[in-house]
């Protein structure tokens, strides 16, 4: 008869391990860890098994999906926050490829190196989390987007937010000074407080930022889905991955729906940022190609024309249909000052 799952406990992941295999599991409350008491079954591939097959599916998709959202991000060149949001993406990629490397055992629990890989892998998930935080105070303007005072100030505070955890992590793993794996407590504040406080603060500015300065609401239904999205896969992880492990017996269990989750919640991130910024067309490169576009099937003659048009009446003062140009330039001006 199997033992009982342990009760939860502040300071402790004998619980959560009990119910879901995290990637720290195998290296803390006990001697050898501790399993979950229900898993998804592995799948055989040569000489290697492959455990979380499903939740390994998904994976791959969450980096197909990261990286099609990377690509729109650094199409909209004009956009705000472009360049500190997509790091936010770039530390996602990165932690589902630590994720994807380490749940499903290409990198084994047995290996010298686990240790220090999951060490990487927490420390990337809380340098995500805070830059998703800092990211949320672009929209705010206490720094102008884009200048080397908001990169530099995002990517150095990760990089340390990364190196800290990273350090606490595999010294609490291998045993070092005042770190003990058997009562890994400031792992586990980290872990849950600080990762979610960041994601907390986060969310909080971004309602602010919409009902202050945004005539349009829209963007709350995004920040509503993201957080609907995070809240749903965090419960179904840690309360009923049991529940379904046993249902589906063994094909799945909650970390495959988590995953899907987190990934829901990350493209909500990203719907979020594009509902609330608006490229300026003068400099998009589309607009300039939709020009250039329009030029080419114009023959040489009618371009020559067009052009003698415009200027004809620029100096009678009025628009291409005729009638008197509206606002300080006309039509014409606008394009001539312009191009």
Request: charged fraction near 10%; charge should be negative.
């Amino acid at each position: 008869m199997s033992q009982p799952i342990p009760d939860f406990a502040f300071g402790s992941f004998n619980h959560i391990c009990s119910t879901v295999s995290l990637t720290l599991c195998p290296l803390v409350g006990a001697v050898d860890g501790v399993e979950p008491r229900c898993y998804s079954r592995n799948i055989k591939l040569g000489d290697s098994l492959i455990f979380q097959p499903s939740t390994l599916i998904i994976h791959i998709i969450a980096l197909i999906m990261t990286a099609i959202m990377i690509y729109h991000i650094r199409a909209k060149y004009t956009a705000v926050g472009r360049k500190e949001i997509i790091m936010f993406f770039y530390l996602y990629t990165l932690v589902t490829i630590m994720d994807l490397l380490l749940v499903s055992g290409i990198i084994p629990t047995a290996s010298s190196l686990y240790p220090y890989f999951t060490g990487i892998h927490l420390g990337l998930i809380s340098a995500t989390f805070w830059c998703l935080l800092l990211n949320g105070f672009v929209g705010f303007q206490f720094a102008e987007d884009g200048t080397p005072l908001s990169l530099w100030s995002i990517r150095i505070s990760s990089f340390v937010v990364f190196a800290a955890v990273a350090f606490l992590s595999i010294a609490t793993f291998l045993q070092k000074g005042p770190f003990d794996p058997l009562n890994p407590v400031a792992l586990w504040v980290v872990f849950f407080i600080f990762n979610g406080a960041a994601l907390l603060i986060y969310i909080i500015l971004q309602i602010v930022l919409v009902v202050n300065t945004l005539d349009d609401r829209w963007p709350l239904g995004d920040i509503v889905f993201g957080v609907v999205f995070f809240a749903t896969g965090q419960v179904i992880l840690y309360v009923f991955s049991l529940d379904i492990c046993n249902f589906a017996k063994h094909y799945i269990d909650g970390m495959f729906f988590g995953t899907i989750a987190t990934l829901l919640s990350v493209m909500m991130v990203y719907k979020y940022w594009d509902s609330i910024t608006k490229e300026d067309l003068e400099f998009s490169v589309g607009s300039k190609q939709n020009v250039w576009e329009v030029k080419e099937l114009l023959g040489e003659d009618e371009v020559a024309g067009g052009l003698y048009s415009q200027q004809q009446q620029q100096q009678s003062g009025y628009g291409y249909n005729g009638s008197p140009a509206v606002g300080p330039y006309g039509q014409a001006n606008y394009y001539e000052d312009r191009y």
